[in-house]
């Protein structure tokens, strides 16, 4: 079982940044591949950022291309994503996930086996 624990969410101005963390336990994470995804109020679970296990392959959604990064120290058993930037549009609660497959980086909410239990980004304008 994988425990995942994100942070670094906040309240920001249109135009900073933000650096989200997401911290793992209970298993090495250096085998998976992690996601990034949000979800504002009324709307689906997005899909923002993914890494390969050993970090070489990222991929990203539309609305993050440019201006997040996706990272991670498997040393450490943690994922990053650095975020700038942002927009009032980013707004949303913004999870972790896991896929503990590691062999394709997809983009769907079900192809993640473990979540978090997010960390909220609030952009004003």
């Known amino acids: 079982q994988v425990q995942l624990v994100e942070s670094g969410g906040g309240l920001v101005q249109a135009g900073g940044s933000l650096r989200l963390s997401c911290a793992a336990s209970g298993r090495t994470l250096r085998s998976y591949v992690m996601g990034w995804f949000r979800q504002a109020p009324g709307k689906e679970r997005e899909f923002v950022a993914a890494i390969s296990p050993s970090g070489v392959v990222t991929y990203y959604g539309d609305s993050a291309k440019g201006r997040f990064t996706i990272s991670r120290d498997n040393a450490k058993n943690s994922v990053f994503l650095q975020m700038i930037s942002l927009k009032p549009e980013d707004t949303a609660v913004y999870y972790c996930?896991?896929?503990?497959?590691?062999?394709?980086?997809?983009?769907?909410?079900?192809?993640?086996?473990?979540w978090g239990q997010g960390t909220q980004v609030t952009v004003s304008s």
């Open positions: 996930a896991a896929d503990h497959s590691g062999t394709v980086i997809t983009q769907s909410p079900s192809g993640y086996d473990y």
